[in-house]
Structures are given as structure tokens and as C-alpha cells.
């Protein structure tokens, strides 16, 4: 099994950025599939962002795409998601979450087995 930690959530002003990190540990990241999700208050999880198991391929959601980019560092065994031009809109708290290799990217929260504990982004107007 593997064990995420999220970090590097905070408050931010709108249109200041974010880096969030997601450290692996008990196996290697890098034969998961891994993702972001984020869910506020009152709402249900969603997809932001995912990287196939190589790093090759990505996919984000309509409503973080060109600003948010997830990214992942081998030798350390992380994933990152930098998040520019954020909105109070992304206000939420993100999960990193990891699977099996499949394609196209899973976006749906059912289809990841690891989930990390999450970290909280508020995002002031």
C-alpha cells in the first residue's frame, strides 16, 4: 500500500498562487496514477487534476485548466499541484489520491483506491 500526505494548503488572496505537495510513502509513486480532487463546504468531491503513472499524460477540469499543473517528482517521491490566478471559487479542501494505471484518467473519486488527508486552500476576494 502506499500513504499520502498532502501539504502547503493556506489562505491566499484571489489571484495569488499555491503549491501544493503530496508526499508517498510504503511504495513508489510512480506506478500509480495520481489526482487531485477538492470538495468545499456543501458540496461533493471533484476532480482537478490527474498525471498518468509515466507523467505524460494529464488531464484537468474545465474549471482549473490553464491555471492549476500537477507535476511529479520522482526522486522525491511527491506530486505537486501549482495553482495560479486562484479564485475564492477554489476555495475547498484538496485530496491527492492514487490507483492503478488506466487510461483515460479516472475522474471519478470511487475510482481511487489511496487517499491522503487533505489540506485546506481558502482563497480571499
Known amino acids: 500500500q502506499v500513504q499520502l500526505v498532502e501539504s502547503g494548503g493556506g489562505l491566499v488572496q484571489a489571484g495569488g498562487s499555491l503549491r501544493l505537495s503530496c508526499a508517498a510513502s510504503g511504495r513508489t509513486l510512480a506506478i500509480y496514477d495520481v489526482a487531485w480532487f477538492r470538495q468545499a463546504v456543501g458540496k461533493e468531491r471533484e476532480f482537478a487534476a490527474g498525471?498518468?503513472?509515466?507523467?505524460?499524460?494529464?488531464r484537468y477540469a474545465d474549471s482549473v485548466k490553464g491555471r492549476f499543473t500537477i507535476s511529479r517528482e520522482t526522486a522525491k517521491n511527491t506530486v505537486y499541484l501549482q495553482m495560479n490566478s486562484l479564485k475564492p471559487e477554489d476555495t475547498a479542501a484538496y485530496y491527492c489520491?492514487?490507483?492503478?494505471?488506466?487510461?483515460?484518467?479516472?475522474?471519478?473519486?470511487?475510482?481511487?483506491?489511496?487517499w491522503g488527508q487533505g489540506t485546506q486552500v481558502t482563497v480571499s476576494s
Open positions: 498525471s498518468t503513472w509515466t507523467g505524460g499524460t494529464t
Open positions: 489520491a492514487a490507483r492503478r494505471p488506466s487510461l483515460p484518467i479516472r475522474t471519478m473519486s470511487n475510482d481511487y483506491d489511496y
